[in-house]
């Protein structure tokens, strides 16, 4: 290997270079060399320091010309390429050439990723996010055998026994940035199932969501009734309250077991439905319901407690019930919810 090195280290034209860059990567592929001795590879053949660094794990790698790890302090990066594996950014590659780029470096970074990616594959599991959809299927899926089930997390990297939270997404941020900050310590796993996005994590953090996501999470042990609990925790969501966890609806959840024709024949929920032309009067009995004190409501809409009372009253006469009264207060509250979980708004 040092001798195709000092071989290729003496290129005597871009052509025969790239195409000998391209044959030393392939030759390390075939040897199957590791991470540490493929970036070592690397930093011998473009003569000066070169790194490879993994989102999943954190640690870089970086070696010098000499074969030897290279010292701090890290000097910015020359040229960089993105390790990506099944379509996810799963890394990074780079050189820190002290003098001017050289014209094959990009094209040793690139074909350094490629090799990158093809370790991380071969000695998995992947570390990537996205996960097969079938197997993400076989774990969630109420009928699923529990021997199949255990195959399928195993394939998906965890660990037998392992407590498996779920969450359903609804995003335009791709699921693997997502599963990236709420869970960064892995496994996590995320698919597409329809228009409903499913993660599979050890543990979630509510407050990492990015904005502009809606999700809900699953609080039971069992993959497939946590799954469950994720799908209506989800119908919860709003865009004051994003993200919902299914164990802090308590009783709530039970209004998502109401068939749709009986919520709809409600006098109260259709009154709401009658309000939805009317924004301005659906988000200040939004936010009043939300949080119960018709000062807090003012501060939230950053309008006059005045104003906020008159706007009650009047929504208070289209309801046909008094909303400063508690027992309006819990029947507008339920009604709201009951009209959003139908999908309607």
């Not at 052509?15 to 391209?22: D, K, M």
């Not at 701090?72 to 799963?90: G, H, K, N, Q, Y």
């Not at 093809?118 to 009928?143: F, K, N, W």
């Not at 109260?268 to 949080?291: F, G, H, K, N, W």
Request: proline letters at 6%; a neutral charge; hydrophobic letters at 45%.
């Amino acid at each position: 290997m040092e001798a195709l090195v000092a071989r290729l280290s003496r290129l005597d034209s871009d052509a025969e270079g790239a195409l000998r860059v391209v044959t030393f990567f392939d030759t390390l592929m075939r040897r199957r060399v590791d991470l540490a001795a493929l970036v070592r590879a690397a930093a011998g053949l473009a003569e000066c320091t070169a790194g490879a660094r993994l989102h999943a794990t954190g640690r870089s790698i970086r070696m010098s010309a000499a074969g030897t790890q290279a010292p701090d302090p890290v000097p910015p990066a020359s040229s960089e390429a993105t390790v990506t594996l099944d379509d996810e950014d799963i890394g990074t590659v780079w050189l820190e050439r002290c003098g001017p780029v050289r014209s094959l470096d990009e094209l040793a970074l690139e074909r350094l990723a490629i090799a990158v990616a093809a370790v991380v594959e071969r000695y998995g599991p992947a570390q990537t996010t996205m996960a097969d959809p079938a197997l993400v299927e076989l774990v969630i899926t109420s009928d699923t055998d529990d021997a199949a089930r255990n195959r399928a997390l195993r394939l998906l990297g965890f660990a037998p026994g392992a407590r498996i939270r779920v969450a359903a997404v609804r995003s335009p941020t791709p699921l693997d940035r997502i599963g990236a900050v709420v869970c960064p310590a892995r496994p996590v796993k995320a698919a597409h199932l329809g228009d409903v996005g499913v993660l599979l994590a050890g543990e979630v953090d509510d407050g990492a969501f990015p904005a502009g996501v809606r999700a809900g999470v699953g609080a039971a042990e069992h993959a497939a009734q946590s799954w469950r609990e994720a799908r209506t925790a989800l119908r919860f969501t709003t865009v004051r309250r994003p993200v919902v966890r299914y164990d802090a609806l308590g009783a709530v959840a039970l209004l998502a077991r109401v068939p749709a024709p009986v919520a709809r024949e409600n006098p109260d929920v259709a009154a709401i439905a009658r309000l939805a032309s009317a924004p301005d009067d659906l988000d200040t009995l939004d936010v009043y319901c939300e949080t119960g004190s018709l000062r807090r409501a003012a501060d939230v809409l950053h309008l006059h407690h005045s104003s906020v009372a008159r706007r009650l009253d009047q929504l208070g006469k289209a309801l046909g019930f008094s909303l400063t009264e508690p027992d309006g207060l819990v029947r507008a509250t339920v009604a709201l919810t009951a009209w959003r979980l139908l999908g309607d708004g």
